[in-house]
């Protein structure tokens, strides 16, 4: 299983982004997957997750409102946009999919993860 996360970079206080995950190798609409993020000197912390269908979504109470995490089954690939960014959004963000089609917050959970991509929102 292969994952391709992209669409970092480096933004205003109050602009916005658009992550995404291309995976490959296994069937995609089986799984749920999920946004994880980590800043340095803490631990890797669970952003946003969607079941395998996207019927279900779930989020950070720090990202509530301001991202959105969707999935198009049929081009294998995961999204998140993220809006209304702020200086604590800055870190390395990563996808991942577990091998469960419910979401889960645990990064134990995941078997699968992205290269990451770092996002930097200046004050």
């Known amino acids: 299983v292969q994952l391709q996360a992209s669409g970092g970079g480096l933004v205003q206080a109050g602009g916005s982004l658009r992550l995404s995950c291309a995976a490959s190798g296994r069937t995609f609409s089986w799984y749920a997957m999920a946004w994880f993020r980590q800043s340095p000197g803490k631990g890797r912390e669970f952003v946003a997750g969607?079941?395998?269908?996207?019927?279900?979504?779930d989020y950070a109470d720090s990202v509530k409102g301001r991202f959105t995490i969707s999935r198009d089954n049929a081009k294998e690939t995961m999204y998140m946009q993220m809006n209304s960014l702020k200086p604590e959004d800055t870190a390395v963000y990563f996808c991942?999919?577990?091998?469960?089609?419910?979401?889960?917050?645990?990064?134990?959970?995941?078997?699968?993860w992205g290269q990451g991509t770092q996002v930097t929102v200046s004050s």
């Open positions: 991942a999919t577990s091998d469960f089609p419910t979401i889960t917050h645990g990064v134990a959970s995941y078997d699968y």
């Open positions: 969607i079941s395998d269908s996207g019927g279900s979504t």
